[in-house]
């Protein structure tokens, strides 16, 4: 007698809901940065004033207390800047979710791969966060 399984909990169904993982999650994202700069964007035009973006203003902004400050008082560069940081760090968690995606699948050689991938944007951050050129 042949077993019957529920196609809700058959292995491609499980397969097919990682994926639908990774698609749900980077549309979030997007739709997540967009709403942040269109805040950021609206609150420029309703309130213009100069941005001097010298190197030295810029890198005052990159504190989280600056950010959060900026976020509660409705500073326009805090949405612009917290909507760029989730605009990239939305592929990276992608990354991140597809090493899982393939680990679940058992397909090791992407694992390696999408893990390989992971390393050198991992590397790539730190060696820019040391400075090296």
């Known amino acids: 007698m042949k077993e019957v399984q529920d196609p809700e909990f058959s292995p491609m169904a499980e397969e097919q809901n990682v994926y639908a993982g990774v698609y749900h999650m980077l549309v979030a994202g ?15 035009l ?61 397909d090791r050689k992407y694992v390696g791969v999408t893990g390989a991938v992971f390393v050198v944007i991992a590397l790539t951050v730190i060696l820019g966060l040391l400075g090296v050129h």
């Open 30 to 44: 997007m739709i997540a940065s967009n709403v942040l700069f269109a805040i950021g964007i609206v609150l420029a």
């Open 46 to 106: 309703l309130h213009p004033r100069y941005f001097p973006l010298s190197a030295s203003w810029v890198r005052e902004q990159y504190h989280g207390r600056v950010v959060i400050h900026g976020l509660l008082h409705g500073d326009p560069s805090s949405f612009l800047l917290i909507g760029t940081l989730l605009l990239i760090l939305t592929p990276v968690a992608r990354v991140l979710v597809s090493i899982y995606a393939f680990w679940v699948d058992q």
